[in-house]
């Protein structure tokens, strides 16, 4: 099993990116996909969710600026970003397998799913 984010940048506050994040190895239009991102000094917090049937679910202060989705056939889930500001400013994450929208750090302790490497995102103002 194995995701792998891509996407991430350099953007100036207002701006937007694309990440994106490719799955192997799993039954991808069964899986729950979900975003995490941890910003230094911050707990790794919950982005999105994409559900297999294709549900998407967005933190509060995400709502109106991200936007999840997912794309089966080419096993691949995407989170827009738009109005970007500096404190988006933080190491995204994929991960296959929901169990807590909060974690200390990303990725957590083994035993939580299948976390990519992290690709990072910086706002400027």
């Known amino acids: 099993v194995q995701v792998v984010e891509s996407g991430g940048g350099s953007v100036q506050s207002g701006g937007s990116l694309r990440l994106s994040c490719t799955g192997s190895?799993?039954?991808?239009?069964?899986?729950?996909m979900g975003w995490f991102r941890q910003a230094p000094g911050n707990e790794c917090e919950l982005v999105a969710i994409?559900?297999?049937?294709?549900?998407?679910y967005l933190s509060d202060s995400m709502k109106g600026r991200f936007t999840a989705s997912q794309d089966n056939a080419n096993n691949t889930v995407y989170l827009q970003m738009n109005s970007l500001q500096p404190e988006d400013t933080a190491v995204y994450y994929c991960?296959?397998?929901?169990?807590?929208?909060?974690?200390?750090?990303?990725?957590?302790?083994?035993?939580?799913?299948?976390w990519g490497q992290g690709t990072q995102v910086t706002v400027s103002s």
């Open positions: 991960v296959l397998g929901i169990y807590y929208t909060n974690y200390g750090q990303c990725p957590p302790s083994k035993g939580f799913g299948y």
């Open positions: 190895g799993f039954t991808f239009n069964k899986a729950d």
């Open positions: 994409v559900t297999g049937d294709g549900t998407t």
